[in-house]
């Protein structure tokens, strides 16, 4: 197989976990999407640009985040492997986003236009069936995520995240899951300086 | 019309706003929905069950809570008219949920169920394109709700919040919202109190 094919190919095994589309069926959809291999801090989507894109994680990490009045970059969302990530309300209704998409591995990435997003729904119906489950399930991680926000003091929820998910935990840089988690990167130090002493 | 037939119209208008189905076929959804006319403080989805349903508002207004292990009472979405409101990731797996659902109005709220939500889908497949523009509003404005709850400081979010969605923010009890925005009642009494001196 070519790398492009094992990018396609992730793609394609998540779509038959999530429907019972058969083989010819799926390798057609490949014509809609573009295959990006952005290197480590490589920007997809630059802020105060219109979304007019998704993106699936095939191999590697990305990452949403907006710079706050202080110039502070706060990471709203982590992608990894088989993830979707874009600012989709943005998307949803074309317009601009304050969100950055940023690469923080060298990844593999299918990304599909607002336009071909269309058309692959219209022209492949089962793909409406895939979407619905895949952002239920967003949706519903993200509604969880404001729940674990709201459940931990801000002294906890670092060092707890890192010991229910440390793969994931591990796998970003310690300041980016620190905005990721509502801290600031000055009081995840000050956490540091104080498990240290 | 019956109240019933108005609680269905509701959905109904939704529903055409965001497919392209006509009369008939939208008349035939109302046998896979129970309505429900919640009073105020009645709860629909009592918390530590399987979370087995969605909700659809057609008047009223429903919130989402948990209670953390202070015994506080942390809302963590509302729902509106023409708002779909659940657990979705325990919805999704079937699994119980930490969650109540309770109508913070006297409500009318048209509610299916996880087996009839399936039907519904095979039955009637437009209603995947449906619910997946649904979700990927729902899952969009969860996000830049994040995004707002780390845009500002814990001085500045209740007022803002008020400035700016001031039909929504004064339509629901405040020490709700405060929970919603991610700080305490007491907080909130705080604030109040530093604004009258």
Chains 1, 2 share one sequence.
């Not at 038959?16 to 480590?40: G, I, Q």
């Not at 991680?141 to 002294?155: M, N």
């Not at 998910?165 to 591990?170: C, G, I, L, M, R």
Request: include cysteine; charge should be positive; proline fraction near 5%.
């Amino acid at each position: 197989m070519t790398q492009q094919q094992v990018m396609e190919e992730a793609l394609f095994k998540h779509i038959r976990t999530h429907t019972k589309a058969n083989d010819p069926v799926v390798e057609d959809l490949k014509r809609y999407f573009d295959c990006l291999r952005p290197s480590k801090k490589e920007i997809l989507l630059p802020s105060h640009t219109i979304c007019n894109r998704l993106y699936f994680v095939s191999s590697g990490c990305l990452r949403a985040f907006f710079t706050d009045e202080n110039g502070v970059e706060k990471t709203v969302q982590f992608a990894l492997e088989n993830w979707w990530i874009s600012d989709f309300l943005a998307f949803h209704h074309r317009r601009p986003t304050d969100t950055t998409i940023q690469a923080i591995e060298p990844s593999e990435v299918l990304s599909i236009s607002y336009d071909n997003f269309q058309r692959l729904l219209i022209d492949h119906p089962f793909m409406e069936h895939y979407f619905r489950r895949v952002w239920e399930i967003g949706y519903g991680a993200t509604v969880t995520r404001v729940k674990y926000l709201f459940s931990h003091s801000k002294e906890d929820i670092f060092y707890r995240f890192r010991e229910q998910y440390p793969e994931f935990a591990n796998r970003v840089p310690q300041y980016m899951l620190a905005t990721f988690l509502g801290l600031t990167p000055e009081y995840l130090s000050k956490l540091r300086a104080k498990k240290r002493s």
